[in-house]
């Protein structure tokens, strides 16, 4: 499904402010994996993201998808093989269009043809549908423009629209970190609901290590620019926060301290 090999990452390289944030990194995710990738500050998870996405070149290394190199595709190119949810809840969807408008570009993905050919009552249809899944009542709102919104909508609203069309790799950056708990909650249950029902392949970034423990099937931990733990199931659902930590430290050498990570588990 996705394959990353030997992938490198340096900024700012050949300067003072030269930064190794991907070193070798190799990562082979089958379909329907769902792995919670945790680590700490500075780690390199959202470098890893990124690096799958296309948002910038790597330096040496591979990624390839469904058995096809997109190594040197573009973002926008590789976009028709990923649906991605960003830790800011306003980068998912466009403040100014409506729900309906938002969903209508995310829908169309690949046709030629704009909004101004308007949208059909199917299409509200299906529209509302989606979203009484959600249990947000959204689905009454589809005229709303989505600035408007809560945080915890749009990133429920943007997760329809990054799954609409089962993408070949779900990418969730964070995607719960910017929400007060109770709506971080929803979302994540929103997430995990989506994922489970259209059989999707996902990779979550997350700094809550209950989180990581409870959610997917496998758990991926990232430092100083390495991937030093890959956990899978059954292994993975006897763990506990307590056995994570002392396997990060066996494994790095070093103590987990004065991180986020140890504020949520």
Not at 66 to 76: M, Y
Not at 137 to 151: D, P
Not at 175 to 181: Q, R, S
Request: charged residues 25%.
């Amino acid at each position: 499904m996705l394959k990353v090999l030997n992938l490198v990452k340096i900024f700012d390289q050949g300067t003072v402010n030269e930064k190794i944030a991907i070193q070798n990194v190799s990562l082979t995710v089958e379909k329907n994996d769902f792995i919670t990738v945790i680590g700490g500050n500075g780690a390199g998870k959202s470098t890893l993201l990124n690096a799958i996405a296309g948002v910038f070149p790597v330096d040496s290394g591979s990624i390839s998808i469904n058995n096809i190199d997109v190594t040197k595709l573009t973002e926008h190119k590789r976009a028709a093989y990923i649906g991605r949810v960003f830790q800011d809840p306003r980068m998912g969807t466009a403040s100014n269009m409506t729900i309906e408008e938002n969903l209508a570009m995310a829908y169309r993905r690949g046709n030629r043809r704009g909004l101004n050919w308007g949208i059909s009552n199917k299409e509200r249809d299906l529209f509302a549908h989606r979203l009484k899944e959600l249990g947000l009542g959204l689905e009454g709102r589809l005229k709303y423009k989505a600035g408007n919104l809560s945080g915890g909508q749009r990133q429920a609203l943007t997760l329809v629209m990054a799954t609409f069309h089962n993408p070949d790799i779900l990418l969730l950056d964070e995607h719960t970190a910017a929400l007060d708990p109770k709506t971080a909650k929803k979302v994540l249950e929103v997430t995990i609901k989506l994922v489970e029902e259209n059989k999707l392949t996902a990779l979550m970034v997350t700094h809550n290590m209950k989180d990581a423990l409870r959610v997917g099937n496998r758990i991926a931990m990232m430092h100083e620019g390495k991937c030093i733990l890959d956990i899978a199931e059954p292994r993975k659902k006897d763990l506990t926060v307590t056995d994570l930590l002392g396997m990060f430290e066996q494994v790095s050498g070093e103590d987990m301290v004065n991180d986020r990570m140890l504020l949520n588990h």
